[in-house]
């Protein structure tokens, strides 16, 4: 029989969207540490969160779609620079290519294009979607399959008093979550009320982790860590300034609890170098970080050979999450640690048509071609911060 031809991609659309918190986060924003809810020196209210959607067209009309979360104190590019990266630089390799072809698009990426791992990301992962969209199968098939349908979550709880942390833990224990992320870094004594407060009204069996966004120096993070160490904690996520990486070592020699990078761990590059100094025990994963697809996969399998946890986190729409989801239930045996994904709580608007299932702490893997869930046309419109740019 004659092979038959794959479709390939035709078009790239980009659109810019800002989706505000809901009412209820932006109030507890703004009585919560820096108007934040967490310690990292950001001088500007964090008000919503600002995205990049990506819609990859084939020839044959199949769409497949891909979403990157910016925030400039942590990713350091605002959505017009992901939009000019892929106009004017990765977006070439996409076009007339097969998406099935990820490997090799990739690789061609990071030859002609240094860092932009944001951008990268955003098409490849947009390509995971779009093979799915073509064959009619999920997205995690093509990550070597889904190893279960649900993924456990975590909570994320903001910096603010301790009695108010608690009270807030306390309720998303209620709906079933067993795993915290809590934010500290007011004061190591601050901390440790914090986490005592936390632990005794959570009870012994809750796992706890925690997110001080910078705000110690070595020292004083290796004080703060140890001080907490005694109520169990399962890691430690960027205690120093993010571009410290013989400042993580330091710490990380001198504590027992692992250490994870977030603001300062964007590529595969950033994650073996960090490792091998010895800086952290728990490498952190999302869309952005380190780019897409492919090198998620990259990274979750080079932290299982070298015995370190993972964590997959994220303030995403709801094709973030999905992806997300999906590569969470194809690299599960290789996690350790529960899913953080609170887009959905925090954003008014997730932009999909479907419903994630987020119920009794964990989240239902979506099921159907790609992603399992379709983009939300006129919720796109609605936020879309600027017009769609179109690259063919």
């Known amino acids: 029989m004659p092979e038959v031809e794959t479709p390939r991609i ?14 209820v986060v932006r109030e507890a924003m703004a009585g919560s540490e820096g108007g934040l809810g967490m310690a990292i020196p950001a001088e500007e209210a964090w008000l919503g969160g600002d995205f990049v959607i990506c819609r990859l067209i084939a020839e044959n009309a199949a769409v497949g779609v891909g979403e990157a979360f910016v925030w400039l104190p942590e990713t350091g590019v605002s959505p017009a620079q992901v939009i000019d990266s892929v106009q004017h630089a990765v977006g070439r390799y996409l076009l007339r290519e097969s998406p099935f072809r990820v490997e090799h698009i990739r690789h061609r990426m990071d030859a002609n294009v240094a860092r932009s791992e944001v951008a990268k990301g955003l098409v490849d992962m947009a390509c995971y979607d779009l093979m799915g969209q073509l064959t009619g199968r999920p997205a995690c098939d093509f990550m070597g399959g889904a190893c279960v349908d649900e993924i456990r979550l975590c909570a ?8 108010a942390m ?3 833990a306390q309720s998303f224990q209620a709906s079933g979550v067993q795993s915290f992320r809590l934010k500290l870094g007011r ?12 632990r005794e009204v959570l009870g012994d069996e809750v796992r706890l982790r925690v997110d001080y966004n910078q705000a110690y120096s070595t020292a004083e993070a290796v004080h703060a860590i140890r001080a907490i160490e005694p109520f169990g904690i399962d890691f430690a996520e960027q205690p120093i300034r993010a571009t410290d990486y013989v400042g993580m070592a330091h710490v990380q020699a001198r504590v027992d609890t692992p250490l994870m990078a ?6 595969l590059q950033d994650i073996v170098t960090l490792v091998e100094l010895g800086a952290v025990g728990v490498i952190g994963i999302n869309s952005e970080r380190p780019g897409g697809v492919t090198n998620a996969l990259r990274a979750i399998d080079y932290a299982e050979q070298r015995g370190l946890g993972v964590v ?4 995403s729409l709801g094709i973030g999450s999905a992806m997300q989801l999906h590569l969470a239930a194809a690299r599960h045996h290789g996690l350790g640690h529960a899913t953080e994904l609170f887009g959905h709580v925090m954003l008014e608007d997730d932009l999909i048509l479907q419903e994630i299932d987020y119920s009794g702490g964990r989240a239902a893997l979506p099921s159907g071609p790609g992603w399992g869930v379709s983009l939300d046309e006129e919720a796109l419109a609605k936020y879309a911060t600027g017009p769609s740019v179109t690259i063919e």
Not at 14 to 21: D, G, M
Not at 312 to 315: T, W, Y
């Open 166 to 168: 608690a009270e807030m």
């Open 10 to 23: 035709g078009r790239i659309e980009l659109t810019p969207v800002h989706v505000p918190f809901r009412a």
């Open 262 to 267: 977030h603001e300062g761990c964007f590529s």
């Open 187 to 198: 004061s190591v004594g601050e901390d440790v009320r914090i986490i005592s407060r936390s």
């Open 156 to 163: 994320l709880i903001p910096l603010s008093e301790p009695e």
């Open 312 to 315: 997959i986190h994220n303030q």
